[in-house]
Nanobody, 122 residues
Framework: QIQLLESGGGLVQTGGSLRLSCTASGGTFGAYDMAWFRQASGKEREFVAGISWGPGTTFSDDSVLGRFTISRDKANNVLYLQMNSLRPSDTAVYYC???????????????WGQGTQVTVSS
């Protein structure tokens, strides 16, 4: 059973940057797309950014377009999310997962990890 571990979150001021990392145990990344999601307090979990396994094509929600960059180190099986120009509205717990993509919808494939908290102060 694949287990996901997110790290790199923290407290940062508006305009600051963070880089999140995601590793998987119990398996390898294989030929699956991956994505980052986030869940703010009292809200549903939402898609943030995704990356295709093959060509590494990236996708971003409009709310983070131009500020967040998803990438993957296939050799070391690590998924990243570089977050720049952070805003208070980015405050949330961030999660990664393997995904199936259907059109504009991203469906997670495994149980969620514990996530990593990102807090952006104003």
């Amino acid at each position: 059973q694949i287990q996901l571990l997110e790290s790199g979150g923290g407290l940062v001021q508006t305009g600051g940057s963070l880089r999140l990392s995601c590793t998987a145990s119990g398996g390898t990344f294989g030929a699956y797309d991956m994505a980052w999601f986030r869940q703010a307090s009292g809200k549903e979990r939402e898609f943030v950014a995704g990356i295709s396994w093959g060509p590494g094509t990236t996708f971003s929600d409009d709310s983070v377009l131009g500020r967040f960059t998803i990438s993957r180190d296939k050799a070391n099986n690590v998924l990243y999310l570089q977050m720049n120009s952070l805003r208070p509205s980015d405050t949330a717990v961030y999660y990664c997962n393997f995904v199936r993509r259907a059109g504009n919808q991203w469906y997670h494939m495994h149980a969620w990890g514990q996530g990593t908290q990102v807090t952006v102060s104003s």
